[in-house]
């Protein structure tokens, strides 16, 4: 057993509330929240986003006091705030900090646009999961990422969910388990750090793709073809970006992508269902409270995917439809008379 | 009457630094192997007690495992340096492991007689292991080599400028003139007197042993304590120097657990103590002539156990270990040509090469260092920046700092909520980064010389007006492969474009030629590319074509600037 004390959550979006709630059953939790109404919204009504906060939760803003007072840290905020709030807690943070991460996009910081096609080194330069950030912020090297099919509203209610611990350290694992003890709660555990964090990004587009088939009705048998071939898509393209595949066969991967592409608990789902009834992006985007991470995800997996001349049409029509004004029905089209090739590829 | 020690320092021109420590009794290796006896008790005791604490039900079945092991290399390998005594030994141990069983069957406790047994192991390898310094013979090496060194030397500068012998009549060039040491040389004498140096050169010759020991005395640090391969002690005049210049054996062969944590229990009592190593992380010569892509993670691994141990002991200011890594930058490589070859039968048919290498021999050496010192050619010993054992920057207090310039404790590393904390996986785990740490260093502690980069130009050029793959490309004939001068200039100047923009974002290092002119590059690299090797690598033919005798051999030339992306420069 690890001497945890406190333990804190960064991030207070649906997620990051669940998990801190979560957490409340075994420690004390600080959660940070960054912008002061959602602060003070919370600190008066103890409730936000559909979640009632539980009594071992304290509600902050003061990043030095949550680094002094809790040595694991789980940071859940959206990829685009992620490095941000790195570099604002990273003067606290020490090399015994544990960092577990649960956010499920990329960072691409350095990237305009597109990898630029003279460059020398490969995009991993460019684009970077969230372990990435932590090690290029802070001094913290014993990091790991929760991932899996953990629909907030779901495990808010009560019900049964798992989840996977991805780290290279067996510490960090032990850490999360102590920490997220529950009896609803089902942790596994990964040593394929980069491979779990590519996952559950890589699913989101997915989840996106689901939600256009969803509004245009067109049967399980199309949303099955969907999701196969978007799989197979989603680990060439990890493949690329140096990840194994263990962390794409498991909970991570194909865990979440039957999670979010069944139903529209998913803001990825939803956003490709609104899509698919004829919305146009920019309108969609004003209206959400919280980041859609696929659809970013799907501007960066193009990229690569013609960088390295990768045959991801999924990911193409996708590119097309949010960012080219495609309409949904040309691009199933082109999906459906694109060239016959092997089913299983990527073995 | 005269102190001949005192004579033999008074001479010493090759020493750039004074010495950090000038008491030679005070050095680190000096003290540690006064107490070599001792040493060799404390490995006894840390390895026995390593094996009593993790596999105590488990010693009969170590003890013949390694018997096993011992006796098929004694049949299959045997060499001229093994003791007189071995076969006997290892009949010994078996006839007393075959007393143990018989006495287990009845019943009677054979832990004392297992323990002994094991014990008598350790020790023959610990004696074994164990270097022994001498400092007379430290001043002698010191003295002597670099003298005959700097006499073939001057005496091949006068004789190639014959026409100008008066120019180089009345001078002495030293192999300062020779062999020229870059990087934060203050920092490292600095840090050595705040804690153990871990000094991890990339291995491309035969030469680099001597080569290094030869620059650290240069700067001005005590000897270095390094493991040589026991096939090396297997020629006499070898074995006679290494020995007493803080060499300790590592046989190869062994492969047995006892072996093995002996080895380790030594090394690390040595970094412990605070005796400044060498050692060579990839294991052997680079095959493929390309810096280093995997390394063997044993010492570093023990480094990270004694961090971690001096850590429990001290955690508010533990001794430190710091860790330099450093490239040797040579313009030809003596057995290039044997041993690109190793690399193509490796990688062509997945068989594997055997360790025994010709090119081992004292007479092979010998003629490389001749070689080297009589031609022109010269070489770059290239320091990295210090770092502690997390790869962090430190300073001349030895104090270790993150990216935002904040001083690091390094007992965080170890534990959590301040409670220290023993965890094998994960100093294996920080033993994987700081080896990914150090290849990413090479990198860009690599010096690129002009013969480096025509070799890589004018490979990849062939590589593109062929189109094949390697091994297709390496058959075709010689006579067939010529690039047109014009051609290859051109080339050259996007690459060199391409590598001044990488030393100004500080990848990699250049040396004076890159420089200067385009043409003067050229013929610099042209003249220093393979310069002792049988065939040409590279060579302007009578039409002024560039054309090759050897095309496995500039491949492996070529391969000095694997690493960089380079290649895509030639992709359009």
Not at chain 1, 107 to 125: A, C, G, M, Q, Y
Not at chain 1, 262 to 279: A, C, D, P, Q
Request: charged share 25%.
């Amino acid at each position: 057993m690890y001497a945890i004390e406190k333990v804190g959550v960064l991030g207070s979006g649906s997620f990051g509330i669940c998990l801190a709630n979560l957490i409340s059953e075994n420690y004390e939790v600080m959660l940070y929240a960054r912008r002061q109404e959602v602060l003070n919204t919370i600190t008066v009504s103890r409730e936000y986003a559909g979640q009632r906060l539980s009594d071992k939760v304290y509600v902050t803003n003061d990043l030095k006091l949550i680094a002094d007072s809790c040595k694991l840290i789980f940071p859940v905020v959206s990829s685009s705030g992620f490095r941000d709030v790195m570099q604002k807690i990273s003067p606290y943070l020490t090399p015994g900090h544990v960092l577990i991460h649960g956010t499920k996009g990329l960072d691409v910081t350095l990237l305009n646009d597109e990898i630029p096609e003279d460059d020398f080194s490969e995009s991993r330069k460019y684009i970077f999961t969230m372990s990435d950030v932590i090690l290029q912020e802070t001094s913290v090297k014993r990091m790991g990422v929760i991932s899996g099919p953990n629909l907030a509203a779901e495990i808010a209610q009560g019900l049964p969910a798992a989840t996977v611990v991805a780290s290279k350290y067996d510490d960090v694992i032990e850490l999360a388990i102590q920490a997220l003890k529950s009896p609803r709660f089902k942790i596994y555990t990964s040593k394929d750090l980069v491979g779990t964090e590519l996952a559950g990004v890589l699913k989101n587009p997915i989840a996106i793709a689901s939600g256009i088939h969803a509004a245009m009705d067109l049967g399980h048998n199309a949303r099955a073809f969907l999701i196969t071939r978007g799989f197979s898509e989603m680990i060439k393209i990890g493949k690329v970006l140096k990840s194994d595949m263990t962390g794409f066969l498991g909970l991570a991967g194909i865990g979440d992508l039957i999670a979010t592409c069944s139903g529209n608990l998913s803001r990825n789902f939803s956003v490709g269902y609104r899509i698919g009834k004829g919305e146009k992006l920019k309108d969609i985007l004003s209206s959400l409270q919280e980041t859609a991470e696929g659809i970013n995800t799907v501007k960066i997996a193009y990229s690569v995917s013609k960088y390295y001349k990768l045959r991801t049409p999924l990911f193409d029509a996708l590119y097309e439809v949010l960012f080219q004004e495609a309409s949904p029905y040309e691009a199933l089209k082109e999906l459906l008379n694109s060239p016959t090739v092997k089913d299983v590829d990527f073995i | 009457m005269v102190d001949i020690n005192l004579f033999l320092r008074k001479r010493d021109i090759h020493q750039l630094y004074k010495y950090v420590v000038d008491d030679e009794e005070k050095w680190p290796i000096f003290r540690y192997n006064k107490k070599r006896n001792q040493v060799i008790q404390l490995v006894k005791k840390y390895t026995l007690k390593h094996f009593v604490e993790n596999s105590s039900d488990n010693i009969h079945e170590l003890i013949a495992e390694c018997l096993y092991l011992e006796q098929i290399r004694i049949k299959e390998q045997p060499w001229r340096v093994d003791p007189s005594d071995e076969q006997e030994f290892w009949k010994d141990v078996k006839y007393k492991l075959k007393e143990i069983k018989n006495k287990s069957v009845l019943g009677e406790s054979t832990k004392r007689l297992e323990e002994e047994l094991l014990m008598k192991i350790i020790d023959r390898y610990a004696q074994e292991i164990a270097g022994n310094f001498k400092i007379s013979t430290y001043r002698i090496a010191t003295i002597l080599v670099p003298f005959i060194l700097s006499k073939i030397f001057n005496a091949s500068i006068r004789i190639k400028n014959r026409k100008e012998y008066h120019l180089h009549k009345n001078k002495s060039y030293s192999l300062n003139d020779k062999v020229k040491v870059i990087g934060n040389i203050e920092l490292i004498r600095k840090l050595s007197t705040k804690g153990t140096i871990l000094l991890l050169p990339t291995h491309f010759s035969n030469l680099d042993s001597i080569v290094m020991g030869w620059t650290i005395r240069t700067i001005g640090l005590s000897p270095f304590m390094y493991g040589a391969g026991l096939n090396l002690f297997n020629m006499y005049l070898f074995a006679y120097f290494m020995g007493r210049l803080g060499a300790y054996k590592v046989d190869r062969r062994k492969k047995n657990q006892i072996y093995l944590e002996a080895l380790k229990t030594y090394t690390k009592i040595s970094i412990d103590y605070g005796v400044h190593q060498l050692f060579f992380p990839g294991g052997t010569r680079s095959r493929s002539g390309s810096i280093e892509k995997k390394l063997k993670l044993g010492l570093l691994s023990t480094a990270i156990d004694v961090q971690c141990e001096n850590c429990r002991k001290n955690p508010e200011n533990p001794r430190k270990i710091f860790v330099v890594p450093a490239v040797i930058n040579y313009h030809f490589v003596l057995d290039a040509a044997s041993l690109i070859h190793q690399e193509l039968k490796n990688i062509g048919k997945e068989k594997y090469v055997t360790i025994k290498d010709k090119s081992g021999s004292t007479w092979n050496i010998l003629k490389t260092i001749v070689k080297f010192f009589s031609t022109s050619s010269d070489m770059i010993i290239s320091y990295g920046e210090p770092m502690d054992v997390f790869g962090n920057r430190v300073d001349e207090n030895g104090v270790s700092y993150d990216k935002h310039n904040r001083p690091i404790k390094l007992f965080d590393y170890f534990s959590f909520n301040n409670q220290f904390l023993w965890d094998e996986q994960r100093n294996s785990q920080y033993t994987i980064e700081l080896g990914e740490r150090i290849l990413k260093e090479f990198l860009r502690t690599n010096v690129v010389m002009s013969s480096h980069l025509v070799a890589f130009t004018a490979f990849e050029m062939i590589k593109k007006q062929f189109k094949l793959p390697l091994f297709d490309l390496l058959s075709v004939p010689t006579e067939e492969i010529s690039l047109e001068r014009e051609d290859f200039e051109l080339a050259v100047e996007k690459m060199k474009t391409k590598i001044l923009e990488l030393y100004n974002k500080s990848e990699l290092k250049i040396s004076e030629e890159l420089k200067g002119s385009l043409n003067d590059l050229i013929t610099h690299g042209l003249n220093n590319l393979g310069l002792y090797n049988e065939k040409k690598p590279l060579m302007i033919n009578k039409e002024g074509k560039l054309v090759t005798h050897d095309l496995a051999l500039l491949y492996y030339y070529h391969n000095r600037l694997d690493g960089y992306g380079l290649e895509k420069l030639f992709d359009v």
